[in-house]
């Protein structure tokens, strides 16, 4: 995927660390011979898996360090910003050349003609000058270590 329309951040870059408890430890195993765990790929009635899934520790893992980063770096984004930022939120996380990358958006909206009924109070030089590059996320989790670097990217949108 590429993004055209998105700007690269260009703020101070952020480190963030986490353990991330597990509801259900026990529904998730460690493959020594593949490196891969199984985990449940769909839940049945009663809360009982349905179906499990194998994946590797990364993907995984990966996904939890990526969110850990995109809630991190908008918070310090706004914060940055100062106290009433308004219009500013994320995209999620997305691949971008095969990397988990992180969009900050800013969103106004737009009535029926087109016109313009909401805009953001900070702009994009604003929020891109501020916003961090790249967030270094660790997270801990099924009592494994895994690490990331999430850049991030800043957009302009508007919804009708």
């Known amino acids: 995927m590429v993004l055209e329309s998105t700007v690269p951040a260009r703020g101070e870059s952020i480190s963030v660390s986490r353990v991330v408890e597990e509801d259900h430890p026990e529904r998730f195993d460690y493959d020594e011979e593949t490196g891969e765990f199984r985990y449940p790929a769909a839940i049945g009635g009663g809360g009982r898996v349905a179906r499990y899934g194998t994946t590797s520790y990364k993907t995984l893992a990966g996904g939890k360090a990526a969110e850990l980063a995109l809630w991190s770096a908008l918070d310090v984004t706004k914060k ?76 302009e949108t508007a919804i009708q």
């Not at 990358?101 to 969103?107: D, E, W």
């Not at 030089?125 to 270094?136: G, K, L, S, T």
């Open 80 to 155: 940055r910003l100062g106290d009433g930022v308004e219009g500013l939120g994320s995209s999620g996380v997305v691949y971008v050349d095969d990397e988990r990358t992180i969009i900050l958006a800013l969103q106004s909206s737009l009535d029926r003609e087109g016109r313009v009924v909401f805009e953001p109070n900070v702009t994009l030089d604003e929020v891109v000058e501020v916003a961090p590059r790249e967030v270094h996320s660790t997270v801990e989790w099924l009592s494994r270590t895994y690490e990331a670097v999430v850049p991030v990217v800043v957009e």
